[in-house]
């Protein structure tokens, strides 16, 4: 009898794991994390590890031809985040201008502007409204529909970039910096469709359109490396939004119209990169951003399954 309560209760536990492993994230938290993750392949690709100069190793060539030399850079990229058929994606540029301050200070000022499309097509998903209470048994499934958005994410910046010789580590380029970012979710609205429960049958619309604007320190670190014409830079980059936005929301349906905050939208950022050079041609591909952003934001941001980031740099 014991052993039979043991293989109910093995038996038991093996379905409720099943079931949290498949179970499926709601709209709520799914529309937060589409935009989150079109920042931080933002924060990846900051213009923040293009030089006026050339390293061999620790040291640099022609230092003194370096003082108070201007370099121009320009930044094109990609992002493409989506799970099922719903999606963020769309170009994504900058410019920087760097000033090389003495052999070991430069100082950088960029300006981006990224132009994302949101757009779906139709979705079966828990309905949540955490921000109102609408008279709805909330969470139920639902069908989700009609998103057709878009999405801008602009901003300006300040970075400082320096070299550190420490005994204890191998030479490397450090980056700090502050810069302010503003985020515009429009028309970020889905037509939903109540599937089952209590509740079936009832349609109307969710609606996260909304301006969010932080102010975002910076830090990193590189360990810029120089082989015949080509350069390479390994670096891990951490950003921080702030102060931490309340996400905005509205639901609409039968005899009601709320609007409300909850959680907050915006996380704290580390990326990992692997920038290489040709110099020959001031240009620089972000091999390793594109492979750990695909690799990580989806075990970062639960229910995204895939996030697709390219970014090339030109210096001149």
């Given at each position: 009898?014991?052993?039979k309560?043991?293989?109910l209760?093995?038996a038991?536990t093996?379905a409720t794991?099943?079931?949290?492993?498949?179970a499926?994230?709601?709209?709520?938290?799914?529309?937060?994390?589409?935009p989150?993750?079109?920042m931080?392949?933002r924060?990846a690709?900051?213009?923040?590890?293009?030089?006026?100069?050339?390293?061999v190793?620790?040291?640099?060539?022609?230092?003194?031809a370096?003082?108070d030399?201007?370099?121009?850079?320009?930044?094109?990229?990609y992002?493409?985040t989506h799970?099922?058929?719903?999606s963020?994606d769309?170009p994504m540029?900058?410019?920087?201008v760097?000033?090389?301050?003495?052999?070991?200070?430069?100082?950088?000022?960029?300006?981006?502007f990224?132009?994302f499309?949101?757009?779906?097509?139709?979705d079966?998903l828990?309905l949540?409204?955490?921000?109102?209470s609408?008279p709805l048994s909330?969470?139920?499934?639902?069908q989700?529909s009609?998103?057709?958005?878009?999405g801008?994410d602009?901003?300006?910046g300040?970075?400082?970039n320096g070299?550190?010789?420490?005994?204890?580590l191998?030479?490397f380029?450090?980056?700090?910096?502050l810069?302010?970012?503003?985020v515009?979710?429009?028309?970020?609205?889905f037509d939903?469709?109540?599937?089952?429960?209590?509740?079936?049958?009832?349609?109307g619309?969710?609606?996260?359109s909304?301006?969010y604007?932080?102010?975002?320190?910076f830090?990193?670190?590189?360990?810029?490396r120089t082989?015949g014409?080509?350069r390479?830079?390994?670096?891990?980059?951490l950003?921080?939004?702030?102060?931490?936005?309340p996400?905005q929301?509205r639901?609409?349906g039968?005899?009601f119209?709320?609007?409300?905050e909850?959680?907050?939208?915006?996380?704290?950022?580390?990326?990992?990169g692997?920038?290489v050079?040709y110099e020959p041609?001031?240009?620089?591909?972000?091999?390793?951003?594109?492979?750990?952003?695909?690799l990580?934001?989806?075990?970062i941001h639960?229910g995204?399954n895939?996030?697709?980031?390219?970014s090339a740099?030109?210096?001149?």
């Amino acid at each position: 009898m014991v052993r039979k309560y043991k293989v109910l209760a093995l038996a038991a536990t093996l379905a409720t794991l099943a079931r949290v492993g498949s179970a499926t994230e709601s709209i709520e938290f799914i529309a937060e994390h589409l935009p989150e993750i079109a920042m931080d392949n933002r924060y990846a690709s900051l213009p923040l590890w293009g030089t006026c100069d050339n390293y061999v190793g620790g040291e640099r060539e022609n230092q003194d031809a370096a003082r108070d030399k201007f370099c121009f850079g320009m930044n094109a990229g990609y992002s493409r985040t989506h799970t099922g058929t719903l999606s963020i994606d769309g170009p994504m540029f900058s410019s920087n201008v760097t000033r090389t301050v003495n052999e070991k200070l430069r100082i950088t000022g960029f300006a981006f502007f990224d132009d994302f499309a949101l757009s779906g097509g139709t979705d079966h998903l828990p309905l949540e409204a955490g921000f109102a209470s609408p008279p709805l048994s909330l969470p139920a499934e639902a069908q989700f529909s009609g998103l057709d958005g878009t999405g801008h994410d602009a901003g300006i910046g300040l970075a400082l970039n320096g070299d550190a010789h420490w005994h204890w580590l191998p030479w490397f380029e450090w980056s700090a910096g502050l810069m302010w970012q503003q985020v515009k979710l429009r028309d970020y609205r889905f037509d939903y469709l109540i599937t089952d429960g209590p509740d079936a049958g009832t349609a109307g619309t969710l609606d996260y359109s909304a301006t969010y604007s932080y102010v975002v320190p910076f830090l990193g670190v590189a360990w810029p490396r120089t082989r015949g014409v080509w350069r390479y830079v390994p670096h891990v980059q951490l950003a921080a939004p702030l102060p931490p936005a309340p996400i905005q929301g509205r639901i609409t349906g039968p005899g009601f119209d709320l609007a409300g905050e909850t959680g907050a939208i915006g996380d704290k950022s580390v990326t990992i990169g692997f920038n290489v050079t040709y110099e020959p041609w001031d240009l620089t591909v972000d091999i390793g951003t594109t492979i750990t952003q695909a690799l990580l934001e989806p075990l970062i941001h639960e229910g995204v399954n895939h996030n697709l980031m390219i970014s090339a740099f030109w210096a001149f």
